[in-house]
């Protein structure tokens, strides 16, 4: 089966650091996406992994251990405009369907 | 370049109603999926196309629900009739290839209440 799981909210405050984590069952593994979705707004794309380590893009970066099946999204000196919906993804081995975790809801307050 | 657009955003309809929803890609983008999210769940894929033809369509929930892509350019996906269960934010997502990385670009999607 498959599986993808992450908190489903969580708060900070603006220029802290948060840590947004995903475990992921899969039959395969293809790499691991993570998308941001403002409300009512399309998902758009953050990173890709599919090597173990930390890419970093800015302010964002994302880790990944296939061993543990891990990621995790790190958001540095977070600005009000972070507060969103964080979507964890994995595409389904051999296909490529995304199977999306329910999301994390970051709120970012003063 | 445009994004990938879709129709309506939203659409409240009564159960037993049909609906069509329109979705289209980015320019040249041959891969076309369509998505749903209903209520407190995660988002669900639905159906993949490669240019007009059904390339995976495991996710479709019953026959009344009927995609078509004529012409490999924009999509719809009907509902036909429409069921309470059926409301959700229904997404489409387009990509220039497939394989590994490749990013699937998302409309906003159609937001579907059934009442």
Partial sequence: ?110 | EAGVTQFPSHSVIEKGQTVTLRCDPISGHDNLYWYRRVMGKEIKFLLHFVKESKQDESGMPNNRFLAERTGGTYSTLKVQPAELEDSGVYFCASSQDIGQGYEQYFGPGTRLTVT
Avoid at chain 1, 52 to 66: I, T, Y
């Fill in chain 1, 1 to 110: 089966g498959q599986n993808i799981d992450q908190p489903t909210e969580m708060t900070a405050t603006e220029g802290a650091i948060v840590q947004i984590n995903c475990t992921y069952q899969t039959s395969g593994f293809n790499g691991l996406f993570w998308y941001q979705q403002h409300a009512g707004e399309a998902p758009t794309f953050l990173s890709y992994n599919v090597l173990d380590g930390l890419e970093e893009k800015g302010r964002f970066s994302s880790f990944l251990s296939r061993s543990k099946g891990y990621s995790y999204l790190l958001l540095k000196e977070l600005q009000m405009k972070d507060s969103a919906s964080y979507l964890c993804a994995a595409p389904s081995y051999n296909t490529d369907k995304l199977i999306f975790g329910t999301g994390t809801r970051l709120q970012v307050f003063p």
